[in-house]
């Protein structure tokens, strides 16, 4: 069946350093990806997504390429911010059809010090 | 964008009664929502798939009668926890999906239930 696993955490960075989170998939379809994250005490928010291979996902700095060679969507960030600390879920989700069941990663804390 | 808003941010209640959580999507339709369980060290748990007008589906081990799911309209499904136990303790996340097609999920701010 289908699944995703992610690196585990807690990651702890400075700020101002690289990041990397990877995210790995199983998928018996063409499942779109997808980046959430969740801020202390709150819902998840979508960070961002891609849904075909080589697409490539961005928002607030962060991007993932789509690699269905690797079946990765690995989350990257040139420069982190002590406003990123958060945990961050990668998920994927088969088809384009309304009430596609999503399947997520166990999540990954990422902690920024200044 | 869509919003999905969920209600009580947190709730403490005593062991034996129930306690009601709503999901409503504030500016879409939605057809199908998501329950989860949010366990610590962040793990979500899929609890049950809600459409509206239907029964909802459970994943399995969770338990229908204790996990009561209505999704009577496109726009509300409430999460009933009856006769919450100290165990039932947990974060709760709802999620939904326009009937736009978009399949893109988006959380409610979760609800925080502590039974005593």
């Known amino acids: 069946g289908d699944s995703v696993t992610q690196m585990e955490g807690p990651v702890t960075l400075s700020e101002e350093a690289f990041l990397t989170i990877n995210c790995t998939y199983t998928?018996?379809?063409?499942?779109?990806l997808f980046w959430y994250v969740q801020y202390p005490g709150e819902g998840l928010q979508l960070l961002l997504k891609a849904t075909k291979a080589d697409d490539k996902g961005s928002n607030k700095g962060f991007e993932a390429t789509y690699r269905k060679e690797t079946t990765s969507f690995h989350l990257e960030k040139g420069s982190v911010q002590v406003s990123d600390s958060a945990v961050y879920f990668c998920?994927?989700?088969?088809?384009?059809?309304?009430?596609?069941?999503?399947?997520f990663g166990t999540g990954t804390s990422l902690t920024v010090i200044p | 964008g869509a919003v999905v808003s969920q209600h009580p941010s947190r709730v403490i209640c005593k062991s034996g009664t129930s306690v009601k959580i709503e999901c409503r999507s504030l500016d879409f339709q939605a057809t199908t929502m998501f329950w989860y369980r949010q366990f610590p060290k962040q793990s979500l748990m899929l609890m049950a798939t809600?459409?509206?007008?239907?029964?909802?589906?459970?994943e399995q081990g969770v338990e229908k009668d204790k996990f009561l799911i209505n999704h009577a309209s496109l726009t509300l499904s409430t999460l009933t926890v009856t006769s919450a136990h100290p165990e039932d303790s947990s974060f709760y996340i709802c999620s939904a999906t326009s009937s736009s097609g978009a399949n893109v999920l988006t959380f409610g701010a979760g609800s925080r239930l502590t039974v005593l």
């Open positions: 998928a018996t379809g063409y499942p779109s």
């Open positions: 998920a994927l989700s088969e088809g384009f059809s309304v009430g596609n069941q999503f399947y």
């Open positions: 809600s459409n509206e007008g239907s029964k909802a589906t459970y």
